[in-house]
């Protein structure tokens, strides 16, 4: 099994990665409203979001007396992103009080959900945490069987049932038997299902009464993952999925270079949810928390730099 990639490791992908998306100025351009308004542009094609742009430009003109350069700039930016994102840049800690200590993981179809359970389960163990997975997402055959082969590659139990069971029967009944084996992490892979429906969201409600029956307490963790090249739809999925479960974490997946990245920004604008992880790729090692100053750099690394 191959190591858990070192933070600067991980900071070296993301920079690679966020390359293209990165913002650019010209070096030794003025600093002035016409390159207030070329970053504006940047910024919202980059899904900062309107809010968020708003609110970093705001700040960076308070400033524009000190800033000298694109360099004195570039530098004020990576500073604002950083302090703007600081609030939700807290990582998940999973408490000694609750064995299991569940994680309901949900998003859409296609964000990698699954595989991004796989990569939660890898960092559980890196940490000497007993890990068992649930296939909750028996709507397809394929969903279970995925999650199965990285079960058995990481030697991570996995409670199934047929496909089509229902979907809260399994998470009981993974529960249980993480109850009696005394795992740490219980991790519940729901079925990816479009925000907008109704019955499978309602589904998913049905498996957080059912593991709350259990333990007032679960799921202690609400796990959102989103893929980052959505743009602003995933501020509907979060707000969708908010009022189901009360999403209580995020995961922003697929920053691997066509991706803007500026979503997270207006994510932590709009709704504070903290954001536990990123994920660059789809290698096992590939998933990260998040860090508010690394992920700034990355994105003002690129020409800006120069």
Do not use: C
């Not at 950083?82 to 807290?90: E, I, K, N, T, Y």
């Not at 649930?134 to 055959?141: H, I, L, W």
């Not at 995925?146 to 979907?167: E, K, M, S, Y």
């Amino acid at each position: 099994m191959n190591q858990v990639a070192t933070p600067s490791e991980f900071l070296g992908k993301l920079r690679t990665r966020l390359r293209r998306a990165a913002l650019h100025l010209a070096p030794g351009t003025a600093v002035d409203d016409a390159l207030f308004e070329d970053l504006e542009g940047q910024l919202l094609q980059a899904d900062v979001g309107i809010e968020a742009t708003r609110q970093l430009l705001a700040r960076l003109r308070a400033r524009a007396g000190h800033l000298r350069d694109t360099g004195a700039l570039r530098a004020a930016l990576s500073d604002e992103i950083a302090a703007l994102l600081a609030p939700v840049a807290r990582p998940l800690v999973v408490g000694t009080g609750a064995k299991p200590f569940v994680i309901l993981a949900a998003g859409v179809n296609g964000v990698g959900k699954t595989t991004t359970v796989a990569k939660l389960a890898r960092r559980f163990q890196a940490a000497s945490q007993q890990v068992m997975l649930a296939a909750a997402d028996t709507f397809r055959a394929a969903a279970i069987e995925q999650l199965q082969a990285w079960g058995a590659r990481q030697n991570v139990p996995v409670i199934a049932q047929a496909p089509g069971a229902d979907p809260a029967a399994v998470a009981h009944d993974a529960w249980h038997a993480a109850h009696a084996r005394g795992s740490d992490v219980l991790i519940v892979d729901t079925a990816g299902r479009l925000h907008t429906q109704g019955n499978l969201m309602e589904e998913l409600r049905k498996i957080r009464r059912v593991l709350a029956k259990l333990d007032a307490a679960a799921p202690q963790e609400r796990l959102l993952v989103l893929d980052a090249g959505t743009g602003q739809n995933a501020l509907r999925q979060i707000e969708q999925f908010h009022a189901a479960v009360e999403v209580s974490g995020l995961v922003v997946a697929k920053l691997d270079g066509t991706a803007k990245g500026g979503i997270l920004i207006a994510a932590a604008q709009r709704f504070g949810i903290p954001i536990r992880y990123i994920g660059i790729g789809e290698q096992a090692d590939d998933l990260e928390e998040f860090s508010s100053h690394a992920f700034a750099e990355a994105l003002v690394d690129g020409d800006m730099a120069s």
